[in-house]
């Protein structure tokens, strides 16, 4: 099994490279994926997983929580 190394020397997760994410526990929006608006790539401990979630096309409310508006 072949390993990449980031410029600290640090062995680099495929799944990383797969989902196209920068780093572990950081969320990237997935525009064309056909169910799912994320992916984020979770690490705890040594146990890696991929979780794709968000619905895709879903709005957000027209006010946003905290501003109130007559």
């Given amino acids: ?13 495929s799944r990383l490279k ?5 780093g572990f526990n ?3 929006r997935t525009p064309n994926h056909p169910k799912k608006s994320h992916i984020v790539v979770a690490k705890e401990g040594d146990e890696n ?9 879903a709005k957000t409310a ?4 905290g501003s109130e508006h007559d």
């Fill in 1 to 13: 099994m072949r390993e990449e190394y980031k410029k600290g020397g640090k062995a680099k997760d």
């Fill in 18 to 22: 797969r989902a196209g994410v920068s």
């Fill in 49 to 57: 997983k991929a979780i794709r979630f968000g619905q895709s096309g």
């Fill in 26 to 28: 950081k969320p990237k």
């Fill in 62 to 65: 027209a006010n946003p929580k």
